[in-house]
């Protein structure tokens, strides 16, 4: 063991250690890097390595090669169509793409690693602000070029120059104006305020199937559906504003948020557009009455006029004044009182006014 | 070879007759670039971009970026006759009718990840390398201002095919902007040609993703190469590496070959990934419906930030005057990303402002040897990370197990205070490897061998460090730091009297002073087998 240690030998250093000397260098010796005659810099790799590398480079070529010749073979074979058939496709094509493409960068960076020289080029840095004569002539030049075009001495040119150039740079900003219609009141309003035809209520009807509600029919409490006009179940600029959410509670349920008026035998609608940036509130808990906004988790309380429990929503959804038709069908009395959806400018706080009117 | 062959002499004496294209090469075919593999993060972004704009060209072959709507009669048998819009439809069609389609399809979303992952990382590498100094400030301004255009690029594409999905990132992003005071409602009818969604965005968009945003990216990108060619690369500290030179490998042939070969090994993973990590799947969402989504709904990573400050922010709303200025939206839309990209903006002024530096640098900072800079840097990076995890804190609750409201109220105290323990861990980790390096300097490295003294104890022999990471080690340049009151005759200069002049002296100070000032262990002369092993405080006894 002493002696061992007195003599240290540099094959005993296992992996070289962040700070500790090259494996192959002796412990205590002079710059170990022997740079052979030629370009200063420029090191020239060990011939036998080279021959080495030159074959395995050319093994990597050589797959590349035949996946590349595969890559054109697997468009021809694989066809596409169904799931399973553009899935193979997709791993035939993707496979020897891949593999082509990374055995040519691997045959390459080996190229460059182990058969071109290493090198070790020094070029100098000059500061990148040109010298001071330069510096003066490009002043002389530019004061001297401002002088021979009258732009400094002519106020008259430089100031109608300028007047002219304002309507221009205004115009292409004037023809942007068309790429929509003015907001109006648009965002106001629902078709759920348009009567239908011969003046008839709007009548809710269940996304997807199109079928209109009875609100005998709506009877389990703890129901929700997820409703839309009659008329616009299409229209998806109609959806954007309209779509709401039908919940059906025991009478007792329903708390002092939720304006009874507006329900039909313990049967409330919502909006179901979140209040916060728009996203469709969908998810309902049937114990807790909470509705959950998949987007960034505003949570409404159902059975309380859909206030807001959590969440980054800073109103609750609007209630719909529901009501009946002869035939006992679903329909809305009238359009949201206040908007729905996101906050807009001038939006202003429509649900104090609804109070007030009230 | 002793001449060049003649297919190559023929055009290069055509062009040179012709441009004098001789005189561009002498002075570049050798120019010489430096190595480190940091170096390779900007490079993943460029390969990402041109497979994007080779991949993107094939997809517009097929899409069609209408909103009118369709019943789909195409292969896919599950959304068969079903009512969508051309886009979405035509986007089934390229991923199940085209061979290869979906190939390319998955392999321009990958690529665009990797774009932006790329970008990220190269910014972070020229940060916390100081790499945005004198004289590359411009360069860092084109990149900040790359970062964004490719945000925006990125959420321009993801919208397109018109999927439940896309549709309900467009939602939010329509949600956003009607928020904005005064012009909001003008930007999103203006935006969606009227209400939302309208028949307009999508090819609106297209236009917006597959011509603008590119053009512009393409002359950034050329200006930034340009900019790069034109200052030098900047490189490492280490054996021989000054300020006024550059020492590494010629452009002709070995940068050349080894750039290409990046690309290629670029290419190949995307291809990888394009294969077997399946991306967006569309196909399973079905078409976009407003009344619709599905919950666990997340953006591309690079949105997740914005998402995770949408989700943290609490209610707050105010109304005056018949107005509504929504600061639940707002703040979150705006206040992050225009700190984020401000900030990076800003800082080579601010710090320049600070420590009073105006001289050129082309020798990078190791991270440790700025303990202030790296503290802030990974201060951000913790500000972002946690806003881009509770992006899916629903994902988080639901994987976890953790109550889905409590990860929204850790987020909202974690994103103040997990950046400040960031800044204080960071500092002490960067004072504590600078010491490390203070001590492999003075005292050498431990050579793993054991010597018995002649009184019988036994010692752990130091040797020197190897010359080259000694060399790196010594390439800590002080940080300059502006003359405050203290100094000269006690009376301060003329800047540093009012406040602003104070604060900034104090600034500067803690920002430039020292705490492990280098002792060079070359003034001790020629290392002895026992030198760091002398002295009882490196006796490392053995019993």
């Known amino acids: ?358 | 070879m002793n001449a060049p062959p003649k297919a190559i002499t023929g055009p290069s004496t055509f062009l040179d007759d012709r441009l004098g294209a001789g005189n561009f090469l002498k002075r570049n075919l050798r120019k010489v670039f430096p190595d480190h593999w940091s170096f390779l993060l900007g490079e993943i972004a460029l390969y990402s971009f041109v497979i994007l704009l080779l991949t993107g060209t094939f997809l517009t072959f097929w899409f069609k970026p209408s909103m009118g709507e369709v019943n789909y009669l195409g292969n896919y048998a599950p959304l068969y006759d079903v009512r969508m819009s051309e886009a979405y439809a035509s986007s089934l069609h390229i991923s199940f009718d085209i061979r290869g389609g979906l190939l390319v399809r998955q392999m321009h979303h990958w690529a665009a990840l990797l774009f932006v992952a790329g970008m990220t990382a190269h910014a972070l590498r020229i940060f916390f390398t100081g790499a945005y100094r004198k004289p590359r400030e411009l360069n860092w301004l084109i990149g900040v201002g790359l970062l964004t255009l490719a945000l925006l690029e990125g959420l321009t594409g993801y919208s397109l095919p018109d999927d439940l999905l896309s549709g309900a990132g467009l939602r939010i992003t329509q949600g956003v902007a009607q928020s904005i005071p005064i012009v909001g409602t003008y930007i999103s009818f203006f935006l969606f040609g009227g209400e939302y969604p309208g028949h307009d965005v999508i090819p609106r968009f297209y236009t917006i993703h597959i011509l603008l945003i590119p053009g512009i990216l393409l002359a950034l990108i050329s200006a930034h190469m340009i900019l790069m060619w034109v200052q030098k690369h900047t490189q490492m500290p280490g054996k021989a590496r000054t300020e006024k030179n550059v020492v590494g490998a010629p452009f002709y042939p070995a940068f050349m070959a080894k750039s290409g070969a990046f690309f290629l090994f670029t290419f190949g993973v995307i291809a990888l990934l394009g294969t077997f990590a399946q991306i967006n799947p569309i196909w399973l969402f079905g078409p976009y419906n407003p009344a619709n989504i599905s919950a666990g709904s997340q953006p591309d990573w690079y949105m997740g930030f914005l998402e995770g400050a949408l989700r943290l922010m609490p209610a707050w709303e105010i109304n005056f005057l018949g107005h509504t200025v929504t600061f639940s939206v707002l703040i979150p839309a705006l206040v992050p990303m225009g700190i984020i990209m401000t900030g990076l903006a800003l800082y080579p002024f601010l710090e320049q402002w600070v420590t009073g530096d105006r001289r050129e640098h082309h020798v990078c900072d190791r991270p440790r040897n700025n303990p202030h800079r790296t503290s802030i840097g990974i201060s951000a990076i913790t500000f972002y990370g946690i806003l881009w995890l509770l992006g899916a804190n629903d994902e988080i609750s639901s994987v976890f197990h953790i109550d889905l409201y409590t990860t929204t109220w850790v987020g909202r105290f974690a994103v103040f205070i997990g950046p400040a323990i960031a800044y204080w861990i960071t500092y002490r980790i960067c004072i504590g490897l600078q010491r490390k390096d203070a001590e492999v300097l003075s005292h050498g490295v431990e050579s793993g061998v054991i010597k018995r003294m002649p009184n019988g104890q036994y010692i752990e022999v130091h040797t020197p460090p190897a010359e080259d990471i000694a060399e790196h080690i010594r390439g800590k340049k002080e940080i300059p730091m502006l003359v405050g009151s203290a100094d000269g005759d006690g009376i301060p200069p003329k800047g540093a009297r009012s406040a602003i002049g104070r604060l900034r002296t104090k600034m500067s100070e803690a920002y430039g002073t020292d705490h492990v000032p280098l002792t060079d262990g070359h003034h001790n002369g020629h290392h002895e087998e026992e030198h760091a092993a002398v002295g009882a405080g490196e006796r490392k006894e053995l019993h």
């Not at chain 1, 395995?56 to 058939?85: C, E, H, N, W």
Request: with cysteine; hydrophobic share 40%.
């Open chain 1, 1 to 358: 063991m002493t002696e061992q240690n007195e003599y240290p030998e540099s094959g005993r250093v296992p992996t070289r250690v962040i700070g500790t000397p090259p494996a192959d260098a002796p412990i205590e010796e002079h710059d170990p890097i022997h740079v052979p005659a030629g370009v200063e810099g420029v090191i020239p790799q060990d011939p036998v390595k080279v021959r080495k590398a030159e074959r395995m480079v050319a093994f990597l070529f050589l797959i590349t090669f035949l996946a590349g010749a595969a890559f054109i073979a697997a468009y021809v074979i694989f066809q596409v169509g169904t799931i399973d058939k553009t899935a193979a496709s997709n791993y035939a094509l993707g496979g020897t793409l891949a593999l082509a493409l990374l055995s040519l960068g691997a045959g390459v960076t080996v190229w460059v690693r182990q058969i071109m020289p290493k090198y070790n080029l020094v070029q100098e840095r000059h500061l990148m602000a040109s010298d001071a004569d330069t510096r003066g002539y490009v002043k002389e030049t530019f004061l001297q070029g401002a002088d021979e075009s009258g732009f400094v001495k002519h106020r008259l040119l430089r100031r109608t120059l300028l007047l002219a150039a304002a309507p221009l740079g205004l115009a292409p900003l004037v023809l942007l104006k068309d790429l929509g219609p003015l907001p109006g009141t648009s965002l106001r309003h629902t078709v759920w305020g348009e009567p239908m035809k011969g003046g008839k209520p709007r009548r809710l009807v269940v996304e997807g199937t199109g079928q209109p509600i009875r609100a005998a029919d709506f009877n389990s409490p703890g129901g929700i559906l997820s409703v839309v006009p009659e008329g616009y179940e299409e229209d998806l600029n109609a959806l954007a504003k309209a779509t709401l959410i039908l919940l059906k509670f025991r009478p007792e349920e329903i708390k002092s948020g939720t304006n009874k008026n507006w329900t039909v035998d313990g049967i409330v609608a919502y909006s179901k557009i979140c209040t916060h940036v728009g996203c469709p509130a969908a998810l309902y808990e049937q114990t807790t009455h909470h509705i959950l906004c998949p987007c960034h988790q505003s949570t409404f309380d159902a059975a309380d006029g859909a206030k807001v429990i959590f969440g980054p929503a800073a109103r609750p959804l609007p209630q719909l004044p529901l009501g009946i038709d002869e035939e006992g069908y679903l329909v809305a009395k009238s359009d949201f009182k206040v908007p729905v959806g996101p906050s807009f400018w001038e939006r202003g706080d429509a649900e104090a006014e609804v109070r007030e009117k009230a």
